[in-house]
């Protein structure tokens, strides 16, 4: 079935590193893609998204590009911070494009940053 | 910007009583909600959807019964963990909109 593959972690890297976590998804059509942020003790929040080929989403420093075809959407920091640690979940809906349709998750990966 | 809360935030109770949680759009209304549990260290399963007016759909493998869900109005939905036994305990997280809420840390004892 459809599902999310993310790099498992977890991922330890020091203040100012370069981040990449690989996220692939299988799907039948073009669902929107999504990267949520879960830090310590709180709920998810999202990140970013992209909903069609080529659009890249961007926040906070970090980027990720839906790209078809690799069916990928990769997240990238060039810079981290000790702030940024936290499990960073990578998600695709149903491609419903209805704008309220349930997530399908990946993993997730636990990202530590030390100073 | 769209915010979901939840209630509780956390709650611990005895094995065999019922926990109900809450889970509310706070500035706009969602005929439909989801339920999702997720385990420790991992990641987020749909348990159902919430329908608004009828009854929830819920995932393969998922007990109707023991988790049951009321979508009484266009801001709330609420997931009913019956009978609660340990393998119960869990971090059940609502979402509409693509909006999460906080989650609610169940633990049964």
């Known amino acids: 079935g459809d599902s999310v593959t993310q790099m498992e972690g977890p991922v330890t890297l020091s203040e100012e590193a370069f981040l990449t976590i690989n996220c692939t998804y299988t799907a039948t059509g073009y669902p929107s893609l999504f990267w949520y942020v879960q830090y310590p003790g709180e709920g998810l929040q999202l990140l970013l998204k992209?909903?069609?080929?080529?659009d890249k989403g961007s926040n906070k420093g970090f980027e990720a590009t839906y790209r078809k075809e690799t069916t990928s959407f990769h997240l990238e920091k060039g810079s981290v911070q000790v702030s940024d640690s936290a499990v960073y979940f990578c998600?695709?809906?149903?491609?419903?494009?209805?704008?309220?349709?349930?997530?399908?998750f990946g993993k997730g990966t636990r990202l530590s940053v030390i100073a | 910007g769209a915010v979901v809360s939840q209630h509780p935030s956390w709650v611990i109770c005895k094995s065999g009583t019922s926990v109900k949680i809450e889970c509310r759009s706070l500035?706009?209304?969602?005929?439909?909600m989801f339920w999702y549990r997720q385990f420790p260290k991992q990641s987020l399963m749909l348990m159902a959807t919430?329908?608004?007016?009828?009854?929830?759909?819920?995932e393969q493998g998922v007990e109707k019964d023991k988790f049951l869900i009321n979508h009484a109005s266009l801001t709330l939905s609420t997931l009913t963990v019956t009978s609660a036994h340990p393998e119960d305990s869990s971090f059940y997280i609502c979402?509409?909109?693509?909006?999460f809420g906080p989650g609610t840390r169940l633990t049964v004892l």
């Open positions: 998600a695709r809906d149903n491609n419903r494009n209805s704008g309220n349709t349930p997530l399908v």
């Open positions: 992209a909903t069609k080929a080529d």
């Open positions: 919430s329908n608004e007016g009828s009854k929830a759909t819920y």
């Open positions: 500035d706009f209304q969602a005929t439909t």
């Open positions: 979402s509409a909109r693509g909006t």
